[in-house]
């Protein structure tokens, strides 16, 4: 393993870099912190690189990282650098350079799944994707407009859901329309009935929309049901996009157990 101490180094530099990225498509990202690394290890093996603080190696959970990656694809950096390169202010001594995975839009789509329209926050767009994750969905199609999914914002909201998901980014959202064999089931304030009134498809394709715009009109239009979640519009008019999400899959994840235990 390779140890570094020069700020000057061109390692060090590209790694600052990176750690400030905007998680442009197909581009290397820095994951920072015990926890993602691990779930990296988990789903796809060694990253591309490794990056440890020299004065924790011995830690039994930075260890056991340091073991599981090629020794040639791993630099150690005292403590001053790690904490330059670090994405959070409280770094836990190791990020895994990695390139993210890049599925192909599926022929047809016959499973649960999500499309993000033009979800712009990245703290809203992490959320949803540990939402999908922990409701049991596991392919979400995030349209041109939404925010970066492998940003380090994102990826820090999700806590590891990327790695349970197939993430299509940059998805034309109609065109993705006559791929549905599953459907669209968009929320609503307009025209809808209220979540809790009926039984809701036990596979479908939920639509969450833009936190000031919502749901795009032809999107809408193409749903084949329409939801609002019932709350106080006095006090509030709208819920955050990510309440709504989670509080829409879980009832459809409520629904479809009690189904089955009949």
């Given amino acids: 393993m390779k140890h570094i101490s020069s700020r000057d180094n061109p390692a060090v530099k590209a790694l600052a870099k990176l750690a400030g990225s905007a998680g ?3 581009a290397p990202v820095l994951l920072d912190g015990i926890h993602l690394c691990q779930a990296w290890l988990q789903h796809h093996g060694a990253p591309d690189q490794a990056v440890f603080d020299v004065e924790r190696l011995s ?23 790690m904490q330059s390169v670090a ?12 390139t993210p995975p890049l599925p192909e839009l599926p022929a047809d789509v016959q499973e649960n799944c999500v499309l993000f329209d033009r979800i712009q926050d990245p703290g809203n767009v992490g959320t ?11 392919r979400v199609f ?29 998805v034309d959202l109609a065109g993705l329309l006559p791929r549905l064999r599953v459907p669209l089931v968009a929320t609503a304030l307009d025209g809808a009935q209220d979540l809790y009134d009926g039984n809701l498809p036990a596979q479908c394709a939920w639509v969450f929309g833009h936190e000031g715009q ?18 106080d519009m ?14 829409c899959l879980f009832e459809q994840r409520r629904q479809a157990l009690r189904t089955r235990t009949r």
């Fill in 24 to 26: 442009k498509r197909g």
């Fill in 59 to 81: 830690q039994p959970d930075i260890a056991a990282l340091a073991a599981a990656v090629p020794d040639a694809r791993c630099l150690a950096l005292d403590a001053r650098l």
């Fill in 87 to 98: 994405s959070v202010e409280s770094g836990q001594g190791v990020a895994f350079v990695v």
């Fill in 128 to 138: 949803l994707l540990r939402t999908c994750a922990a409701a049991g969905v596991k």
């Fill in 142 to 170: 995030l349209a041109t407009g939404t925010a970066a999914a492998w940003s380090p914002k994102v990826v820090r909201s999700g806590q590891g859901a990327h790695f349970a998901l197939a993430i299509h980014e940059h």
């Fill in 214 to 231: 919502g749901v795009a009109a032809g999107l809408l239009a193409a749903a084949r049901l329409k939801v609002r979640i019932p709350h």
């Fill in 234 to 247: 006095a006090a509030v008019e709208s819920l955050n996009v990510g309440a709504a999400a989670a509080i």
